[in-house]
T-cell receptor
Framework: LAKTTQPISMDSYEGQEVNITCSHN???????ITWYQQFPSQGPRFIIQ???TKVTNEVASLFIPADRKSSTLSLPRVSLSDTAVYYC????????????FGAGTRLFVKA | GAVVSQHPSWVICKSGTSVKIECRSL??????MFWYRQFPKQSLMLMAT?????????EQGVEKDKFLINHASLTLSTLTVTSAHPEDSSFYIC?????????????FGQGTRLTVV
C-alpha cells in the first residue's frame, strides 16, 4: 500500500478555497486516490475518488497530475462546517482493499 | 445511499467484562468488513478484516483472543472486546465496501465510543 504524506493541519477562513495536497510517491498502477472527511466522534465520510487528471463532484474537486505522485483536494468556498480531518488514501480499489489511514490533515475554518 | 450502521453508539462497561459491538450494512451485502480503533487526536488504526464465513484477519499487534470478530452473515459483523480494561477505551469504527472490482466505495459506521471504568 502506498504511503501518503499530508500537512498535519491547515487554517482557513469562511468563503475561501482550500487546497490540501497529498504526496504518494510510490503509488502503483492499479491504485486509486480517495479522500475522506471525518468529524469528531463520527466515522469517516467519502468525499471524492480519482485515478488521474481531474474529478469534480458536488462537494469537491480532485486534481491529479500526470505522474500521479501527488493529488490535491480542493474545497471551494469553505464554511465553518468544513472544519474536520481530511484523509488521503491510496490503494488498489478491489473489494478486499484494506483502507489504511494516514495521519490526515486537520482543517480549521475560522469565521 | 449505502449505509453502515453500528450499535451501540456508546457504551460504558466495568473492567473485566466483555462488550459486543455490531456493524451492519443496511442496503448492501458485504463479504468483507473492517474494524478500526481510533484514539483521541489520532488517525484510524486498522485492527482486523472481517470475512463472511471464515476467520478474521488481524493486523500485526492486535490480539485476536481479546478482540473477537464474527461475520456470520453478509450484512453483520460483530466485534467483542473481551475482558475489557481501561486501556481498551477508544472509538471503534467499522466499514464495508460496496462493489466488486472497478470502483468500490468504503462506507463507515458512525462509530462506537467504548469507555471502560
Amino acid at each position: 500500500l502506498a504511503k501518503t504524506t499530508q500537512p498535519i493541519s491547515m487554517d482557513s477562513y469562511e468563503g475561501q478555497e482550500v487546497n490540501i495536497t497529498c504526496s504518494h510517491n510510490n503509488i502503483a498502477t492499479n491504485d486509486y486516490i480517495t479522500w475522506y472527511q471525518q468529524f469528531p466522534s463520527q466515522g469517516p465520510r467519502f468525499i471524492i475518488q480519482g485515478y488521474k487528471t481531474k474529478v469534480t463532484n458536488e462537494v469537491a474537486s480532485l486534481f491529479i497530475p500526470a505522474d500521479r505522485k501527488s493529488s490535491t483536494l480542493s474545497l471551494p468556498r469553505v464554511s465553518l462546517s468544513d472544519t474536520a480531518v481530511y484523509y488521503c488514501l491510496v490503494g488498489d480499489d478491489t473489494g478486499g482493499f484494506k483502507t489504511i489511514f494516514g495521519a490526515g490533515t486537520r482543517l480549521f475554518v475560522k469565521a | 445511499g449505502a449505509v453502515v450502521s453500528q450499535h451501540p453508539s456508546w457504551v460504558i462497561c466495568k473492567s473485566g467484562t466483555s462488550v459486543k459491538i455490531e456493524c451492519r450494512s443496511l442496503d448492501f451485502q458485504a463479504t468483507t468488513m473492517f474494524w478500526y480503533r481510533q484514539f483521541p487526536k489520532q488517525s484510524l488504526m486498522l485492527m482486523a478484516t472481517s470475512n463472511e464465513g471464515s476467520k478474521a484477519t488481524y493486523e500485526q499487534g492486535v490480539e485476536k483472543d481479546k478482540f473477537l470478530i464474527n461475520h456470520a452473515s453478509l450484512t453483520l459483523s460483530t466485534l467483542t472486546v473481551t475482558s475489557a480494561h481501561p486501556e481498551d477505551s477508544s472509538f471503534y469504527i467499522c466499514s464495508a465496501r460496496r462493489g466488486q472490482g472497478g470502483f468500490t466505495e468504503a462506507f463507515f459506521g458512525q462509530g462506537t465510543r467504548l469507555t471502560v471504568v
